[in-house]
């Protein structure tokens, strides 16, 4: 993060406020990440300042899951590994088709967030594997996809 290009205490809180709300919810375009900022107390915001801000953090626009664009970090700008961080901190999404649950995180805790699915031992998952930053989770029944993409959502306690 290139923080001492910033020219006021202000600008350094909306870049981290942005980093924090990047990592935590997907976003598809600026505007809707401009709404949030401004429902932090950022109420003049304007789209060009999000726009430099997601400049500055080397923001990056990939597809989810579901194939839609959102905006992510870059691997490279994303601070290293804290076993410090909640659970809520380390994982961005966590979705689900007719077949499979995926768990997206914050690069390097995806092992993480596998150890604490496996250690709960659900009967009702088949298998779990995990990469830096998604995690991969088989029902043992695929007619039961959603019930255990809710379970994981409760386990992991994002609701």
Request: proline share 3%.
């Amino acid at each position: 993060m290139r923080i001492s290009r910033l020219s006021s205490e202000k600008e350094q809180r909306q870049l981290e406020l942005c980093q924090q709300l990047i990592s935590h919810k997907s976003y598809h375009s600026q505007e809707q990440l401009r709404c949030d900022l401004k429902q932090h107390g950022f109420e003049a915001i304007s789209q060009s300042t999000v726009s430099r801000l997601l400049k500055l953090l080397g923001v990056i626009k990939l597809r989810n899951a579901k194939g839609q664009k959102i905006y992510a970090l870059s691997p490279l700008s994303l601070p290293k590994p804290n076993a410090a961080r909640s659970v809520s901190e380390m994982v961005i999404s966590v979705e689900h088709n007719s077949e499979f649950v995926m768990v997206h995180t914050v690069a390097g805790y995806g092992k993480a967030i596998a150890k604490i699915l496996d250690h709960h031992a659900m009967a009702e998952i088949l298998g779990v594997v995990a990469g830096s930053s998604v995690v991969w989770i088989a029902p043992r029944e695929i007619r039961k996809t959603a019930q255990v993409h809710s379970r994981i959502v409760r386990v992991l306690g994002l609701t």
